[in-house]
Every structure is written in structure tokens, then in C-alpha cells.
């Protein structure tokens, strides 16, 4: 037996915990968790510490889970787009079913105890954010349309209305506000991704806007939405959850996210070439610090609130 054939059956036949952890998509869970914890931190309606815990864990399985049936369908293009390939399943350390199987048990799970320790309302949320992220945006939109991350981005919109409803047992101006945020940001960060990235989404068939409309046509698209985000930001700090901290930040940040969606749109690809896209990449290092910065400053006014100075 060759050493090459051993390592295939060692890959195929010892997935660890590690890897099943990694089918969670541990990055965009600790956004997931994030966000739904400022949604319940900033509600009016306090919730005891334990309650808190055991949501916010609901809901980081239920991310968890649509991360895992996500890889599953996604098994395909994962194995040739280039910073995929050392995923679980394209790596053989975990097979398709294991990861559908494992996926499946955690969305009924994580929906049914969210309901069992909230409210109904928090369960239907994020039963409806894991449909909406595998079957809608992963199954249907991702391989079909070029429109695919601006609908789709809904489903990473949803943690922090998920939280709200934790707290209050249903849904407001603030955390619909919160979701358009996120909402309205997922373009522009992902399209700056996959302005650097254009040759996995090319190589697997995905019809990303760099793929279907090329860099210039996206590039265009990125300062539209980067400019109709800049109001719905600047706009929570007039609601319950902003303040001037708030509105002092977010001024700072989308002065920032608007420069850089500036600089994109005004580059060429040769230039773009010959410096490794540092531009892009650039802008989708701040698209990060955009998106956590505005929940930080909201988490800080409900800080602030709980001891009577936070707020107008």
C-alpha cells in the first residue's frame, strides 16, 4: 500500500472534533453570536444572565448548523475554489452525509430549545434564518444569480432581530434598523472580496458580480451601496439604541467605508494587478472594523443607558 493511499483512508475514516467544529464556520459564528448578543443587550426588556447564555448558545448552534449544510451542498464548488479546498469535506476528513446529518440535527435542535428557553418568536427567527441561508441563498440564489450575496445577505441580517426577540418577545424599529445594517453592508464586504477572489468564484461557475458583470461594473456597485448604507447607520442614532457616542462613530466609520468605496471606484485593473489588489483588500480589512465598530458603539449607548447617562 502506498503512503499516499494510507493517507487518504487516515483522512477519509479519523474526523475529529476539530473538524466537525469546522464545518460550524467558526469565523461567521462568533459574527453571528456577536450581533444576536447586542440585540439582546440592547433590548429594553432585561433577560436573567442564564436565560441570556443559553439563547445566545441556541443561536450560535442554529449559525452553526446552516454553516454545515451550506458545506454539504456546497461540497462541489469547495473543492475547487482554491481557499476552500482544506475544508472538511473536499479535505476527506468528514463525508457529505456526515456533515447533512450533522447539520439537520442542529438546526431541529438548536430551534427547538430556543423556543423551549425564549419565546416562540426567537425560535421562528432562526428557523427561518437557517431555511433562508441553506435553501434559499445556498441551494438556490448562489448558483443562479448575480444578485446572489445582496438577497441572500439576509440570512447573517437575522442575530441580532434574533436577539432583540430574546429579550422582548418580538420585533421593533430598532431591531429591523440593526438588520438593515447588516443587511445593506454584506455587498459591499463580500464584493470587495471577490474583487481579489475573482478567479475561484470564475473557476467554480459561481455568477458573482466580478464573474457575470466584471471588476469595473462591481466596483460601480460597491460605492452605490456603500453610499445607500451610510443613512441607515447614521439614521439608529436617532432611534432607542443610538446616542452620540453612537452617532460619533458611525460618522468616523462611514467616512472611512466611503473613502475606500471611493478608491475602489476609481481604480483600473492594471493597477489593481500590479499592486495584489491592496486597495481591496484594504477596504475589505475595513469593512470589518465598519460592521463591528457600529455594534460596539450600540452595545456602549446600552451600557451607558443601564446606569442613566447613556442616550440623548
Known sequence: M????????????????????????????????????????????????FIGFTAILFIALGGGASGALNMWWDADIDRIMKRTQS???PAGRVTEGEAMGFGAFLSVLSVTMLWLATNWVAAAILGFTIFFYVVVYT???????????????????????IGWAVATGGVSV???LMFTLIFMWTPPHFW????????????????????????????SHILVYTILLAPIALGIAATSIGGP????????????????????????ETTAESDSYRTEKKVFGLSLLYLF???????????????????W
Open 2 to 49: 502506498t503512503d499516499t493511499s494510507i493517507q487518504t483512508q487516515v483522512q477519509q475514516g479519523d474526523a475529529g472534533f476539530s473538524d466537525f467544529f469546522a464545518l460550524l464556520k467558526p469565523r461567521v459564528m462568533s459574527l453571528v453570536v456577536f450581533t444576536a448578543l447586542v440585540g439582546l443587550l440592547a433590548a429594553p426588556v432585561p433577560v436573567h444572565p
Open 87 to 89: 475544508r472538511p469535506i
Open 139 to 161: 441551494m438556490w440564489l448562489k448558483r443562479s444569480t448575480p444578485q446572489n450575496i445582496v438577497i441572500g445577505g439576509a440570512a447573517g441580517a437575522f442575530p441580532p432581530m
Open 174 to 176: 430598532e431591531s429591523v
Open 192 to 219: 470587495a472580496l471577490a474583487l481579489f477572489m475573482k478567479a475561484d468564484y470564475h473557476e467554480a461557475k459561481v455568477p458573482m458580480l466580478t464573474v457575470t458583470h466584471g471588476r469595473k461594473a462591481t466596483r
Open 245 to 268: 457616542i453612537y452617532l460619533a462613530v458611525s460618522l468616523i466609520l462611514n467616512a472611512l467605508f466611503l473613502k475606500g468605496a471611493v478608491d475602489i471606484w476609481r481604480r483600473d
Open 293 to 311: 465598530g457600529h455594534f460596539c458603539a450600540i452595545l456602549l449607548e446600552s451600557g451607558l443607558r443601564a446606569y442613566g447617562v447613556g442616550g
